[in-house]
């Protein structure tokens, strides 16, 4: 019975859980006697030096930090003064020229159908249609939006468009 046992591994659980040997170090304790050296490997003056004294994250060693230079938007309040770029909205562009070269006359052009045909790859974030290019053939467009010269030239051609509407949150990549 004590040999079965052997052979068989312990059950994982949440008695025995334990961190990959070597993966944990203990801290090191500076300044604890004799032979510590003064300053314990902390320089001489200045911040650093003081007790509680911890990088900050995002900290970039007194320079200019990131969210500081990177690019405003004008205005004195609200996010138009804000870092530019976590504002701005994505959406994936898809030309009429594409769907002129990739779909027949009457067709229902989906985002599965786009994605089918290697267009709107990007899962997630919505699909713009946009005006570059002509469309000749009668197709039924669903997209999350259409620029106003693409809506024009796909009723032009005897189209129509249909916007996609989503549940809040639900089009925007996590």
């Not at 060693?61 to 500081?68: F, L, R, S, T, V």
């Not at 009429?96 to 786009?114: M, N, P, Q």
């Amino acid at each position: 019975m004590a040999e079965a046992e052997e052979g068989r591994e312990e059950r994982i659980g949440l008695h025995n859980l334990r961190p990959a040997t070597g993966s944990r170090r203990p801290r090191k304790r500076v300044g604890r006697g004799e032979g510590s050296g003064k300053t314990s490997g902390r320089g001489q003056k200045g911040w650093g030096s003081r007790s509680g004294a911890k990088r900050r994250a995002r900290f970039e060693g007194g320079q200019n930090p990131i969210h500081m230079r990177m690019r405003k938007l004008r205005g004195p309040h609200m996010k138009k003064s804000m870092a530019f770029e976590p504002f701005r909205t994505h959406t994936q562009p898809v030309n009429l020229l594409d769907l002129e070269a990739r779909f027949e006359s009457g067709a229902a052009v989906t985002l599965e159908a786009l994605h089918a045909h290697g267009l709107a790859t990007k899962k997630g974030i919505p699909v713009k249609v946009l005006a570059k290019g002509e469309l000749s053939k009668p197709l039924t467009v669903h997209a999350h939006a259409f620029s106003k010269a693409a809506r024009e030239q796909i009723e032009t051609a005897g189209g129509t468009c249909q916007v996609i509407v989503e549940a809040e949150g639900a089009g925007r990549p996590a």
